[in-house]
């Protein structure tokens, strides 16, 4: 069975830090397009952040990018997700997603997510 | 990066159907078919329904069917159940660069 568990997800001051970890189970995120989506209370669904299988090509959602960088620990088979300066509108569920080029990247794995509260 | 159009709500009592929207612009779908569409109950994640405009993975019920017509996808559930009632999501990328967008999200409620 696939699978993804987040992790790492807490209370933190604005100003913050936090680094979110990701791992899988039952397939090898090198042959995969791994990426973060963030969800606030009540509110919709938000891409955050991607990372080619081989780690070549990164990209980021606008209201992230410069605060955020995503990584992958091959060894591991897991990706990581480091949140810096984090601001009051940061909070969110953090989901940890799969795209399947067999779906035109579509999103078919997705965890169960790692809730970030940014409080002062 | 602006979030692709959703009605908030829509609905529609057992048996009947409804069709979601989704509306961008030419460069949030970029002239390709990566348009998908996810269901998510609350408290759940969300869980994939419709890859490449109009394909459906293995296990989701034909009821559920996707078009895009210009800049509008839309997605239509046929013969409502009451299992029907989440929220749907939409999502595209577009362009190398591979930035992905998701649609506001709407509210299904079977009467």
């Known amino acids: 069975e696939m699978r993804l568990v987040e992790s790492g997800g807490g209370l933190v001051q604005p100003g913050g830090s936090l680094r979110l970890s990701c791992a899988a189970s039952?397939?090898?995120?090198?042959?995969?397009?791994m990426h973060w989506v963030r969800q606030g209370p009540g509110k919709g669904l938000v891409w955050v952040a991607r990372i080619k299988g081989d780690g070549s090509s990164l990209a980021y959602g606008d209201s992230v990018k410069g605060r955020f960088t995503i990584s992958r620990d091959t060894a591991k088979n897991t990706v990581d997700l480091q949140v810096n300066s984090l601001r009051l509108d940061d909070t969110a569920l953090y989901y940890c997603v799969r795209a399947n080029c067999r779906n035109k990247n579509a999103f078919d794995v997705w965890g169960q997510g790692t809730m970030v509260t940014v409080s002062s | 990066q602006s979030a692709l159009t959703q009605p908030p709500s829509a609905s529609g009592s057992p048996g009947q159907s409804v069709t979601i929207s989704c509306t961008g612009t030419?460069?949030?779908?970029?002239?390709?078919?990566?348009v998908s569409w996810y269901q998510q109950y609350p408290g759940k994640a969300p869980k994939l329904l419709v890859f490449e405009v109009n394909k459906r993975p293995s296990g989701v019920p034909d009821r559920f069917s996707g078009s895009k017509s210009g800049n509008t996808a839309s997605l239509t559930v046929s013969g409502l159940q009451a299992e029907d009632e989440a929220d749907y999501y939409c999502s595209s990328f577009a362009g190398g660069d591979m930035l992905y967008v998701f649609g506001t999200g709407t509210t299904v409620t079977v009467l």
């Open positions: 030419s460069s949030d779908f970029g002239g390709y078919d990566y």
């Open positions: 039952g397939f090898s995120m090198r042959d995969y397009w």
